[in-house]
Nanobody, 114 residues
Framework: QVQLVESGGGLVQAGGSLRLSCKASGRTDRIHAMAWYRQAPGKERELVAH???????AITDSMKGRFTMSRSSAKNTWYLQMNNLKPEDTAVYYC????????WGQGTQVTVSS
């Protein structure tokens, strides 16, 4: 099993930045890819970014130029850097491991005030 713990969420003003972290533990050798999702109140969960292995991360078009994804293999941690945040970015952000053992983290709340 893979366990995922997100951190780094919080309250920020529009135009600000946050860096989310997703720390993986357990059978991390089973992780083939990692993805970030978000879910705003009353909306469906949507894909934000994903990265397969050590490849180039892919960012959803609407967030390109503001969000970047990276990883630290040594720390088994993936990051989502979010810049120039907008009120519509307010959501619970989740990481999800993809592989022979897929897991979701518990989520971290991001609130962007106008």
């Amino acid at each position: 099993q893979v366990q995922l713990v997100e951190s780094g969420g919080g309250l920020v003003q529009a135009g600000g930045s946050l860096r989310l972290s997703c720390k993986a533990s357990g059978r991390t050798d089973r992780i083939h890819a990692m993805a970030w999702y978000r879910q705003a109140p009353g909306k469906e969960r949507e894909l934000v970014a994903h990265q397969t292995g050590g490849g180039t991360p892919a960012i959803t078009d609407s967030m390109k130029g503001r969000f970047t994804m990276s990883r630290s293999s040594a720390k088994n941690t993936w990051y989502l850097q979010m810049n120039n945040l907008k009120p519509e970015d307010t959501a619970v952000y989740y990481c999800r491991s993809i592989g022979s053992s897929s897991s979701w983290g518990q989520g971290t709340q991001v609130t962007v005030s106008s």
